[in-house]
């Protein structure tokens, strides 16, 4: 009989040595083996990576963290029977990570093979598309206002206020557009379901495109993101082949055409109207709003502008109905949530999860703690421009408005954790120092106000007028908050502030030289050492390239 | 211009490089983009005459086609080395010791971030965020995406870039 071994293809798992372990392990078994090897996405159970799991009579059981070296000795120790092994972890569905989630977005993700159509079907893909298509567009509108879904990518704007406005907005050409622009740091579930079941997307697409009346779809992805790319190229070009985009969808009076398109290193591009004028193949400068995207959006059409989570959340929906997805959550904050451990921690990865759970819970429960055992000292939820809260503020539930409330955000899921070697005025630093390097330049409050933000962080640290300057930056991030034209600016002051409120003691040290941006600290350092030296001689403590 | 690598790819010159990504795109919604990735993937970088030569093809103003090229990270105004090493500065990775690594890079290249080596072999930048974040820190090398990095899996990778030969460190990471 065939047994079939699973290895990821994801790039987590590869970063970290998966393809040579996939590859020993064809050489270990030899060719004339009864062996299928399936590359599949991850479970994102990323401490494990890389993860081998083999298909047993009892499930899949896995076995990791797999290295190259460990693989022969595994193959004697009977991983064709799934046998005991020092990294046999067990059956993986029954892990508690795994058993713990309510996987509705990524339920194939880590499952199946990321290609194969066939999978998908076995797994329950295009259940959802054929009941839309059988529905009208106004009732699909209807099961997505009911589902409660609100955008993943961090606004949490109601969905179906945006179906509904391009549903009715009268034009011979709409579009839907996909963003996969993530770059806030601590994001990685959009690149993991593009890499791990890229037809769900292009089924939520379809859904999408079908319920607003789009013909045209976009995905606009990262460059930073090359292995999604490649699977998703893959992916549109099967399901062109197999009548799932191009003409009559499905044999349905549905055509929608899908074009990939990639970004070229711009952050703000994520921002959904810098977004469309690089679609447009112009400088990812942001737009005014109003008019809102769904009424004059790409080339001027209405258009459906949603984060990868969002539209990858509707196949479910469209399979269960709203109601069923509306089940989940609490509040205003309905259904699952795709949260994202990472950081300084020890079991960091992918929790899909009803709203409602706690920042603590996640961190310390999932997370268990730093990597390195060292207390934990701050949590940056949301990305970049997302607060940082102190390891005491962390009974918050992970609801929109209960962060909203508490001065942070949800945003795209995010959790970034820190030890206490942390420095929060050099972190404070940076959200400036970012936003300076990644304004798009339309606004003169981020724009300017990022790097003025810079040298005033800097003078509280070198504790030139500490207290003035600690107005000035308060003022200064008032100016940005009020005046900017989009989140990057305006929401910019959120790190600087919440590092200042809960850990003021960092911005009074004595006056210390102004950290430096990353790289070289000064430029005697740099040219005494131009020759490579051996390794773990220039190994630091954590914090002195820092302060 | 330091560096071993050429003004254009093995066998195509600038006109054809742009000749074949106006060819590519033409009927794309909005091509300038695409167009000028396609230029630098098979360039390595953004000459100038690319700028003017793709201006005139898709009947835009040279300012226009500048203001793109300058504005995305990506696009280069110099050929790239043989190999480049980019490290996650990101925060997820600033938690788990990217600013150190930073240093560590910049002393086994002996260049700082953004520099070439005098013999055109690597270049070394910084990237915000390469979606590793739950294995950090990372580094990209050659566009291939590697996490848990120490300083002794550095050199590993290093190593590893170097007997590859010729490096895919070129492009839009694509």
């Known amino acids: 009989m065939t047994v079939t071994l699973f290895v990821p293809r994801d790039t987590s798992a590869r970063s970290v040595g998966a393809d040579d372990v996939a590859e020993r392990l064809a050489a270990c078994l030899g060719p004339d083996a009864d062996v299928r090897l399936v590359r599949t996405g991850s479970r994102g159970m990323l401490w494990l990576e890389p993860l081998v799991e083999v298909a047993t009579p009892d499930g899949r059981v896995g076995y990791g963290p797999v290295t190259v070296d460990d693989v022969d000795g595994l193959v004697d120790a009977g991983l064709l029977e799934g046998d005991d092994h020092p990294l046999r972890l067990g059956p993986v569905e ?14 194939r993700v880590g499952v199946v093979d990321p290609l194969s159509l066939e999978d998908y ?33 961090g606004a949490g704007f109601p969905a179906g206020i945006k179906w509904r406005t391009v549903h009715d907005a009268t034009s011979a050409t709409k579009y839907v557009v996909c963003n996969a622009d993530e770059g806030d740091s601590g994001t990685f579930a959009d690149r993991m379901l593009m890499e791990g079941d890229p037809f769900t997307l292009i089924e939520g697409m379809l859904v999408a495109a079908h319920a607003v009346g789009a ?7 990262r460059s930073e993101y090359p292995a999604a790319a490649e699977t998703l190229r893959t992916a549109i070009d099967i399901a062109y082949v197999n009548g799932l985009l191009g003409e009559s969808v499905l044999g ?137 809260l102190p390891a005491d503020g962390l009974d918050l539930p992970m609801d929109y408005e209960a962060f909203a409330e508490a001065g942070a955000m949800v945003g795209h899921g995010g959790v970034v954790v820190f030890d206490d070697t942390v420095d929060m005025a050099v972190q404070a630093r940076f959200a400036m120092e970012f936003c300076a390097e990644e304004s798009c330049g339309k606004c003169t409050p981020c724009r300017i106000g990022s790097r003025r933000g810079v040298e005033v962080i800097d003078r509280i640290i070198a504790d030139q007028d500490r207290d003035l300057n600690l107005v000035v930056l308060d003022d200064l991030c008032e100016v940005m908050v009020d005046g900017s034209l989009c989140a990057m600016g305006g929401l910019t002051p959120m790190p600087v502030r919440s590092a200042i409120r809960h850990f003021s003691e960092d911005f009074r040290r004595p006056g210390t030289t102004p950290a430096p941006a990353f790289g070289r600290a000064d430029e005697s350092d740099r040219h005494a050492d131009r020759h490579p030296a051996p390794a773990g001689a220039m190994t630091r403590s954590a914090t002195e390239g820092t302060q | 211009m330091t560096g071993v690598a050429p003004a254009a790819g093995p066998g195509l010159g600038v006109l054809e490089a742009v000749d074949l990504a106006v060819a590519a795109h033409r009927d794309d919604e909005g091509p300038l983009l695409e167009v000028l990735l396609s ?46 090493l980019r490290v996650c500065c990101a925060e997820a990775c600033q938690a788990r010791g990217s600013r150190d690594l930073v240093h560590v890079a910049e002393r086994r290249l002996g260049v700082g971030l953004g520099e070439q080596t005098p013999d055109g072999r690597w270049e070394l930048d910084k990237v ?40 895919a460190g070129t492009g839009a990471g694509t």
């Open chain 1, 94 to 107: 029954d892990l508690p990570w795994m058993r713990g989630q309510q996987r509705l977005t990524f339920a």
């Open chain 1, 121 to 153: 079907r076995t797994h329950g893909g295009l259940v959802g598309l054929r009941r839309a298509l059988a529905m009208t567009p106004s009732d699909v509108v209807g099961e997505v206002e009911e589902s409660g879904l609100r955008g993943r990518g």
């Open chain 1, 215 to 221: 013909t045209q779809g976009y995905i606009y992805l």
């Open chain 1, 252 to 388: 349905s009076d549905l055509r929608f055409d899908l074009h990939l398109r990639m970004g070229a290193g711009a952050y703000i591009c994520g921002e959904e109207t810098s977004m469309l004028n690089s679609l447009e193949g112009r400088r990812g400068e942001i737009r005014a709003k109003p008019p809102i995207p769904a009424l004059v959006g790409l080339f001027g059409r209405p258009t459906l502008v949603h984060n990868l989570l969002t539209l990858a959340s509707i196949p479910m929906i469209a399979v269960d109905g709203g109601h069923a997805y509306a089940e989940h959550g609490v509040g205003r904050s309905r259904g699952t949530q795709v949260f994202q451990l990472a950081g300084n921690l020890a079991r960091g990865g992918i929790v899909e999860t009803a709203f409602g759970i706690t920042l603590r819970e996640l961190v310390e429960e999932w997370g268990g703690g730093t990597a390195n055992g060292r207390p934990v000292r701050a949590v940056q939820v949301g990305g970049p421009l997302g607060a940082y």
């Open chain 2, 39 to 84: 230029v630098q993937a098979e360039l390595g970088w953004v000459p100038p005459e690319a700028t003017r030569l793709v201006a005139e093809r898709l009947n835009l103003s040279r300012a226009d086609v500048h203001g793109v090229v300058t504005f995305y990270a990506d696009f280069r105004d110099s050929p790239p080395a043989v190999h480049r």
């Open chain 2, 128 to 167: 915000f965020c390469l979606g590793n974040c739950a294995l950090g820190p990372s580094i990209e090398v050659d566009g291939a995406t590697r996490g848990r990095i120490t300083a002794a899996s550095l050199d590993t990778a290093i190593a590893r870039a170097e007997s590859a030969g010729t490096g």
